[in-house]
């Protein structure tokens, strides 16, 4: 392909991507294929000879786009979104035409200086210390991962790192039994033994309680355990359950603990006055990670890290072969040495024409709008005699069943929700997912979708009654 018929292609792509995002809720929302129907329509091996793009083109939309589930369709309402928006597209755009590897201050000084600015704006944003320094992380799996691994090193003095863990002592890492399964997985592969991950109970909101943690800290003293990280949830993966992160943040104070904060989905509505109380006790805390790619309109991969101390971050991960030397070193921040990867994509330039396009005002308005249409849909269900909350909804995640008069074991309405949950995602007209909180099987539905509007919550709560209704016949 030459440059000419690059641009051909490219504005016809260009129409392609307004129309599809135009009409994106006219698509069934979760892809209605069954396992190796994709794959079955493809070839057994690579083309020998290059083959036409209006070729391929038409493959796409008639293999892949079937096979894709439209995560950008306002009509998603199950796990937590992985919201986009114009500016960020367009930004993803031009990050994909650079096509820039951003390892190192030198290899692109625009987007090592650009993400050093628009974290500090995203930090002042939601209430991080103006002291703490950001950057940008692939996910939130990988931020916690990098939180546990600088904890480690710091409690150790940097020998974990140095020898291998054999003759370090048996650190314990403690968090709510409700923590999203990256925590385990990071306690996992940071080499602290899974078994030293240690559940802490949680209340009847699904929130840790404080002084489970403080027992639990000083039994593991008592039993010869290093106690060496908490991490708490700002928003539950199951239910957006929010730790008393003070009464944490002032019990790792007094034991010396790291206290990571993982706000993935929740912490983007710090940006709306009424919840920044919810992060009070911050300053005693280590590190925060939230992920713009879930709720702030910027596309999937954007999670923003937030630290204290960046000097420990670095001093875990840096390392300076000859060939990634050079003269600004002392001047600059080189992100390679602030996480796992060397290479990296330029992700701050999505996120600063988010941060701009929208302005904060926009930000807050279009949260507090999602969060508005969750508490109406929190109304309904209230007062609905055959629907029930099983969790509060403190943003815009609901998590509900059906619960028909009369019909109490416990086994038939968790069957009964299942097989309603899979009705409604067979529709292709709504698409929810599902949890267990306190034993039960619980729907979850997250209002949250960049474009979503009250028609399209009405339309989904019309069908699930319907659906309902229906079932009981069967
Ligand atoms: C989504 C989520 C994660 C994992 O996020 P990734 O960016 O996909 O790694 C971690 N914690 C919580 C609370 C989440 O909701």
Known sequence: MNNEEFRRQAHQFVDWMADYLATVEDYPVRAQVQPGDVRDQLPAAAPERGEAMDDIFRDFQEIILPGMTHWQSPHFFAYFPANGSYPSLLAEMLTATLGAQCMIWETSPAAAELEEQVMKWLGQLIGIPDSWSGVIQSTASDATLVALLTARERASDFQYNAQGGASQPRYRVYGSAELHSSIEKAVKIAGLGRENYVKIPVDEHFAMRPEA?????????????????????????????????????????????WLHIDAAYAGSALILPQYRDLIRGI?????????????LFTHFDCSAYFVRNHGHLIRTFEISPEYLKTQAD???????????????????????????????????????????????????????????????????????????RGLDDPATLDALNARLLAELNASGQLYLTHTRLAGNYVMRLVIGQTEVQQRHVDAAWERIQKTAANLEQA
């Open 283 to 295: 300053e005693q805390a280590d590190s925060f990670v939230f992920n713009p790619h879930k709720w």
């Open 213 to 257: 943690l403080a027992v639990a800290i000083h039994d593991d003293r008592m039993n010869g355990y290093t106690p060496l990280a908490v991490v708490a949830a700002l928003g539950t993966t199951s239910s957006t359950a929010v730790d008393p992160i003070s009464l944490i943040a002032d019990i790792c104070t007094e034991e010396d603990l």
């Open 330 to 404: 002392a001047q600059v921040n080189n992100y390679r040495d602030w996480g796992v990867p060397l290479g990296r994509r330029f992700r701050a330039l999505k996120l600063w024409f988010v941060l701009r396009s929208f302005g904060a005002e926009g930000l807050r308005q279009r949260l507090q709008h999602h969060i508005d249409l969750a508490q109406g849909l929190v109304r309904e269900i209230d007062a609905h005699p055959d629907f029930e909350r099983l969790a509060p909804a403190p943003f815009n995640l609901i998590c509900f069943r059906y619960h028909p």
